[in-house]
C-alpha cells in the first residue's frame, strides 16, 4: 500500500513570505514518481513538478524549489518571496510505476495575502 | 503539449437522471484513463482506471453499476453517473496516461451537480 501525508492542512502566509509545504510519502516500490500539483479555484489541476526515484536532485524554477529526500521519504515544496497568486490547494502525489495509478496526499491550502 | 479535455464542465441534473462525461486525450493516443472524484476541500479519490479495449478495474467501494466507464477509443473515455442523487454531486476529474511517453495528464474536471 501507498500513502501521502501533507500534514499541513492549512496555511497562512504574507506576501514577500517563503512558505514550505510538506510532504511525507510511504511505498515498497523502489520505482516511483512524485508529483506537485496546483488546484486554483477554478478546479483544474496544474502541473507544477514530476521526480522520479532515481533522482534525488533538487530543482528550481523561478520562486518554487523542490527538495527531495530518499531517506527521510520526503519531497518538500518552497515557494520564496510568496504572491498573492500563489494562494490554492497544493497536492503531492505518488504514482506507483507497478500499480500504474496515483495516490494524492490531502493536499494544503495556502493563503497569500496581501 | 498534451492536452485532456473534458466535457461538459459542468452539469446539473434531476435526482435520478443519468449523467454522462466525456475525456479525449487531443493529441496524443491513450491506453490507461483514470477516473477521480474531488468532494468539496477534499482530496482527489481514485475511482476507477480504465484500459482502452477492456473492462475497467474500480476501486474497492465504487460501485461499477453506477458509475459505468467505458474506453471505446485510444482517446475517449466516458464516466455515466446512473440514477444520480445529491450526494453523487461532486467534481469529476479525469486523466490520461500517454502511451508513448507515459506521462499522466490532467482534464479540467466536470462538476456535477445533483438537484
Known amino acids: 500500500a501507498q500513502k501521502v501525508t501533507q500534514a499541513q492542512t492549512e496555511i497562512s502566509v504574507v506576501e514577500k513570505e517563503d512558505v514550505t509545504l510538506d510532504c511525507v510519502y510511504e511505498?515498497?516500490?523502489?520505482?516511483?514518481?512524485l508529483f506537485w500539483y496546483k488546484q486554483p479555484p477554478s478546479g483544474e489541476l496544474v502541473f507544477l513538478i514530476r521526480?522520479?526515484?532515481?533522482?534525488?536532485q533538487n530543482e528550481i524554477s523561478g520562486r518554487y524549489s523542490w527538495n527531495f529526500q530518499k531517506s527521510t521519504s520526503s519531497f518538500n515544496f518552497t515557494i520564496t518571496a510568496s504572491q498573492v497568486v500563489d494562494s490554492a490547494v497544493y497536492f503531492c502525489?505518488?504514482?506507483?510505476?507497478?500499480?500504474?495509478?496515483?495516490?494524492f496526499g490531502d493536499g494544503t491550502t495556502l493563503t497569500v495575502k496581501p | 503539449g498534451a492536452v485532456v479535455s473534458q466535457h461538459p464542465s459542468w452539469v446539473i441534473c434531476k435526482s435520478g437522471t443519468s449523467v454522462k462525461i466525456e475525456c479525449r486525450s487531443l493529441?496524443?493516443?491513450?491506453?490507461?484513463m483514470f477516473w477521480y472524484r474531488q468532494f468539496p476541500k477534499q482530496s482527489l479519490m481514485l475511482m476507477a482506471t480504465?484500459?482502452?479495449?477492456?473492462?475497467?478495474?474500480?476501486e474497492q467501494g465504487v460501485e461499477k453499476d453506477k458509475f459505468l466507464i467505458n474506453h471505446a477509443s485510444l482517446t475517449l473515455s466516458t464516466l455515466t453517473v446512473t440514477s444520480a442523487h445529491p450526494e453523487d454531486s461532486s467534481f469529476y476529474i479525469c486523466?490520461?496516461?500517454?502511451?508513448?511517453?507515459?506521462?499522466?495528464?490532467f482534464g479540467p474536471g466536470t462538476r456535477l451537480t445533483v438537484t
Open positions: 486523466s490520461a496516461r500517454d502511451r508513448l511517453v507515459g506521462e499522466q495528464y
Open positions: 511505498t515498497r516500490d523502489t520505482t516511483y514518481y
Open positions: 521526480r522520479n526515484s532515481f533522482d534525488e
Open positions: 502525489a505518488l504514482f506507483n510505476t507497478n500499480a500504474g495509478k496515483s495516490t
Open positions: 493529441d496524443f493516443q491513450a491506453t490507461t
Open positions: 480504465s484500459n482502452e479495449g477492456s473492462k475497467a478495474t474500480y
